[in-house]
């Protein structure tokens, strides 16, 4: 866990990004926010095949494991990927209860539900 986060919000923010590699969409996440590019459809959300689903994990958090200098850079944010892995919890975060803002029908569809 992170010095300073509640676990419970720790935790939606791991199933987030598990959601968003996913859906394999260009988004962003923070503690409380899923940030989705204007033209994800929320279908895409929705449809989410979270099994195998390993999240980014970033070039800084790498560089603070202990083991960083042991492991290849590929491998190592591997191996974080997959212990940030949460299939469950993204599964829960993609059929949760929603709340959109800004919200746009996706072209074409009108898929804003």
Excluded at 60 to 74: H, R, T
């Amino acid at each position: 866990m992170s010095a300073g986060l509640d676990p419970a919000v720790e935790y939606h923010v791991v199933n987030s990004e598990t959601l968003i590699a996913a859906m394999g969409a260009e988004a962003s996440s923070d503690n409380y926010v899923v940030r989705l590019e204007p033209d994800t459809a929320l279908s895409k959300v929705r449809g989410a095949t979270v099994a195998g689903a390993i999240p980014h994990v970033s070039p800084q958090a790498v560089d603070g494991l202990k083991f960083s200098a042991a492991l290849p850079q590929d491998l190592a944010a591997a191996t974080l990927g997959e212990r940030n892995q949460d299939e469950v919890g993204a599964a829960a975060v993609a059929t949760a209860v929603l709340i959109v803002t800004n919200a746009q029908p996706h072209p074409g569809t009108g898929d804003n539900k």
